[in-house]
């Protein structure tokens, strides 16, 4: 099997209700798609990905209204945060109706729900009568893809097509929150901030950390990884190897000789660097190179959930 990279809609559509994997765009990043209502289809999602089975899926549909036909409530929150946010990098953790089966959840009573802000992929579930299971398509643990070039580059012999909706234009995954006691919880960071959350709802709480067990894998501590070993930038550097790489928030260091280098957003611009974060990984990584240094961003709105990721993708893996 070779992955066909194309526009087309009912070709995609077809192969969903086929019960087969379809990529898909998010302005997130791109998902690994499948008929969430077919276990087997979802079942299939976990091989592809080499996905440990206690990680839940989220599923995608084109509405709150959608949503709604998935979960047994609908918290009033819930509903205030889906208005402001959907379509929208948010994804609502909520008390699952039965027709979503436990493959799909990995066993949970609850299901993840985002309505994408993306007009192709808007399209495609606006065609099919059932929604879309999809995780991120990157082989579990490795940094998710952002355009349909990166996702070929690691699925092209494991499904039959991607969908290119263009490059992802937020570039980190989704906020999500769950709610417990009536108040929301982040279990993952995510372009919807807390500030964000916390303008619409009142009272947050935030719970993004756990090693076992956790809630959220976006919550492992090593996740969103390159092959090549990532190290954060605590002090300036003399110099660097050959066989390592830079990647600079807006400027690199005056003065040092860098080969494989990469600048996050040469403007200071917090949402460009959100959007070029795994572009620049997956550029340096597929150099082969033994590390990657790497700088923080400051740590307001958007760059708290730059530096989760980053803080990750250089965990103990
Ligand atoms: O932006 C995104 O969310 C992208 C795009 C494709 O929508 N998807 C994504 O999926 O990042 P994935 O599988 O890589 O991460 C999904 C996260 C996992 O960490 C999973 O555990 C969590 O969502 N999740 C899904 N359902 C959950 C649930 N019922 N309770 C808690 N966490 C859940
Ligand atoms: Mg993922």
């Known amino acids: ?12 559509a077809e192969l969903l209700v086929d019960g087969q994997c379809v990529a898909i765009p998010t302005e ?3 998902g690994l798609a499948a008929n969430a209502l077919d276990k087997n289809a979802a079942a299939q999602i976990f091989k592809i990905k080499n996905r440990p089975d206690f990680d ?52 949970l009573e609850t299901v993840g729900l985002r309505v994408p802000q993306h007009d192709l992929t808007i399209q495609l579930l606006e065609r099919l009568n059932f929604p879309l299971a999809a995780p991120s398509a990157n082989p579990f643990g490795y940094v998710s893809p952002t355009s349909a070039d ?45 500030e964000m959350i916390a303008e619409v709802c009142g009272e947050v ?13 976006g919550m492992l501590t090593s996740h969103y990884s390159p092959n090549a070993d990532v190290e954060i930038i605590t002090r300036s550097l003399r110099s660097i ?18 080969k494989n280098k990469f600048i996050l957003s040469p403007n200071g ?25 790497i700088e923080l961003v400051p740590e ?17 893996k």
Do not use: C
Request: a neutral charge.
């Open 269 to 293: 611009d917090l949402y460009e660097a959100a959007r070029r974060l795994y572009a620049g990984l997956r550029l340096l990584d597929r150099k082969g190179l033994v590390r990657i240094f």
């Open 241 to 258: 190897r050959e066989n390592e790489g830079y990647i600079a928030w807006k400027e690199l260091p005056k003065g040092m000789e860098l």
């Open 150 to 194: 990166h996702v070929f580059d690691q699925l092209w012999d494991k499904i039959p097509y991607i969908l290119d909706g263009g490059e992802a234009q937020v570039g980190i995954e989704s906020t999500i929150v769950g709610f417990e006691d009536g108040i929301p919880v982040i279990y993952r960071k995510g372009a919807v901030t807390e």
């Open 300 to 316: 307001s709105g958007i760059g708290a959930s730059i530096n989760d990721r980053i803080r990750r993708s250089a965990a103990e």
């Open 28 to 30: 997130t990043v791109y």
């Open 205 to 217: 709480r935030t719970q993004t950390h756990s090693t076992s067990n956790p809630k959220a894998p």
């Open 56 to 107: 839940p899926l989220i599923v995608h549909v084109d509405s709150m209204f959608s949503a709604m036909k998935w979960v047994k409530e609908f918290p009033h929150k819930a509903e205030l945060l889906a208005r402001r946010f959907w379509p929208g990098p948010l994804t609502l953790v909520l008390p699952k109706k039965k027709e979503i089966p436990y493959e799909v959840t990995a066993g």
């Open 1 to 12: 099997m070779q992955a066909l990279i194309d526009t087309d809609l009912d070709l995609a």
